[in-house]
Nanobody, 125 residues
Framework: QVQLLESGGGLVQAGGSLRVSCAASGGLLTNYAMGWFRQAPGKEREFVSGISWNGIYTDYVDSVKGRFTISRDKAKNTVSLQMVSLNPEDTAVYYC??????????????????WGQGTQVTVSS
């Protein structure tokens, strides 16, 4: 059973940067696309970014394009999200997810098979 564990969340001032990471255990993420979702208080969980298994394809929600960068290390079974120019609207619990796919980015929550517990990112104004 694959387990995903996020790390790297925290409190940062507006304009600052954070890097959240996700490590998989219990199995290799071979042929799994990875994604990051977030849920702000009182809001639905939303797609933030995704990366294909082969690492060639990535996608981002419009609100983070140019500020967030997703990457993965297949050898280490990890995926990271580098976030810069953070603003208070980025405050949320960030979740890592894995879904079976080869060369596509998965955009829908229903397409993901495994989820982490989440890590809190708080951006103060």
């Amino acid at each position: 059973q694959v387990q995903l564990l996020e790390s790297g969340g925290g409190l940062v001032q507006a304009g600052g940067s954070l890097r959240v990471s996700c490590a998989a255990s219990g199995g290799l993420l071979t042929n799994y696309a990875m994604g990051w979702f977030r849920q702000a208080p009182g809001k639905e969980r939303e797609f933030v970014s995704g990366i294909s298994w082969n690492g060639i394809y990535t996608d981002y929600v419009d609100s983070v394009k140019g500020r967030f960068t997703i990457s993965r290390d297949k050898a280490k079974n990890t995926v990271s999200l580098q976030m810069v120019s953070l603003n208070p609207e980025d405050t949320a619990v960030y979740y890592c997810a894995a879904g079976f796919s080869w060369d596509a980015v998965l955009l829908k929550q229903s397409e993901y098979n495994y989820w982490g517990q989440g890590t809190q990112v708080t951006v103060s104004s």
